[in-house]
């Protein structure tokens, strides 16, 4: 993907058909780790850069770097930005200014951190880009899911729950994208988006507001308000003289739970529409038990920060860094050298996790990572 977020938007099977294959056996729990994930930190810091408190995914995301790195005996510097970008700017180079010993951020937007990259770089500090890509050439590898994939499995979820390939009727659907800053978001609309377009070019699917592309679709800071009253707008424009809408496909949970509300509040039908998501937030895992939300695709963050616990010592320790890396953990994951550039002709090594569909048939799938329990007819963090 070049540095031009809409680029990314007319490539087709990005990340599938480009990662080379990484060793490990898979593994969904949080409790895998590098065989070198001993104390031998000793006196190095490092500096983590989280993008907002605002969405729970990313207090998980802090929280179990910060875990993963103090067992390693590394001092932690954890700041989050609460989505300003200039404060997240900020941030850095007061960490820069620290003298920590390595990056690890997640940008608020990708586009937007060129002077603390370069400041970095100027110090000769690395830079792990950490789930979200910064598009600057002073980051030193990128840690992420297979974003692509992510949209893949939900758009494949509709393919399969409406049968669309023996389907003699035309289904109404929906489409809501994340944040156009993100520069993942673009991979995860897209890879729904591929999966579905033959659908939506034979008539199988229609798009009843028109509205496909990604900037009509896009949602500024993932903002569930956001999400909302687009949706409410949809559903009063396109909806309401008793139109059935069968899918409304969101690129994650934050965007799907104001979906699910205008849905609630504002739709006339009496079906209940498939509604995807994305990260496995508590709410969304709470609508999905009740119905309300259908799915969500699952990113197990405590694994994400073991792989980049690991990278971070092989960096700091001045290793050579290859695939061979993941045969020190049991994390299912591949190693990428040619899908994400942070500039024009400069393709960043990446380490890519992969992630899974839950349901409401499936929910124990998250309990068995340890991460989540049964509280009654519902789940909660065991960090709770």
């Known amino acids: 993907m070049k540095k031009k977020l809409l680029a990314g938007l007319l490539t087709t099977a990005m990340v599938a058909t480009m990662v080379a294959g990484c060793g490990g056996n898979t593994s969904d729990t949080g409790s895998n780790s590098s065989s070198s994930n001993t104390s031998d930190g000793g006196s190095q810091t490092v500096g983590i850069s989280m993008p907002t408190q605002s969405l729970e995914r990313w207090n998980r ?9 103090e067992k390693a005996g590394y001092k932690v510097e954890l700041t989050y930005s609460d989505n300003d970008s200039g404060r997240q700017v900020n941030d850095i180079q007061n960490m820069i200014a620290a003298d920590v010993d390595l990056l690890v951020v997640a940008a608020i ?4 951190l060129n002077t603390a990259m370069d400041e970095a770089a100027d110090a000769e500090i690395p830079v792990i880009s950490y789930d979200r890509l910064i598009l600057n050439d002073a980051v030193s590898y990128y840690v992420s899911f ?4 992510v949209g893949k499995l939900q758009g494949e979820y509709v393919v399969e729950a409406l049968d669309l390939e023996n389907a003699t009727t035309t289904y109404n659907m929906e489409f809501t994208a994340g944040d156009p800053a993100d520069n993942n978001a673009g991979y ?21 507001s028109g509205q496909v592309d990604f900037d009509s679709v896009a949602t500024a800071q993932w903002s569930t308000d ?3 009253d687009r949706a409410q ?6 909806y309401a003289d008793g139109t059935q809408l069968d899918v409304w496909l969101c690129s994650n949970d934050s965007t799907a739970l104001g979906v699910a509300q205008a849905i609630q509040s504002d739709y006339s039908g009496t079906n209940k529409p498939i509604i995807t998501g994305q990260d496995g937030d508590i709410a969304n895992l709470k609508n999905i038990v009740d119905g309300i939300q259908t799915m969500t695709v699952y990113k197990n963050v405590s694994n994400e920060s073991v792989v980049t616990l690991a990278l ?8 050579t860094i290859d695939e061979s890396l993941c045969d020190t953990f049991d994390i299912e994951c591949a190693y990428d050298t040619t899908s994400y550039s942070t500039t024009e002709g400069h393709n960043c090594p990446s380490f890519l996790l992969v992630p899974a569909v839950v349901t409401k048939d499936n929910l124990d799938y998250l309990v068995d990572t340890g991460l989540y329990e049964w509280d009654g007819d519902y789940l909660k963090s065991t960090a709770e």
């Open 226 to 228: 956001t999400a909302l």
């Open 188 to 208: 995860f609309y897209q890879g729904a988006y591929d999966v579905l377009k033959k659908y939506i070019d034979a008539g199988t699917l229609k798009v009843v």
């Open 109 to 112: 937007d990708g586009a937007a």
């Open 146 to 149: 297979d974003n692509y994939t």
């Open 61 to 69: 995301d802090g929280e179990y770097l910060k875990e993963q790195f």
């Open 312 to 319: 971070a010592q092989a960096i700091l320790k001045g290793e």
């Open 233 to 238: 707008n949809i559903l009063g424009s396109y």
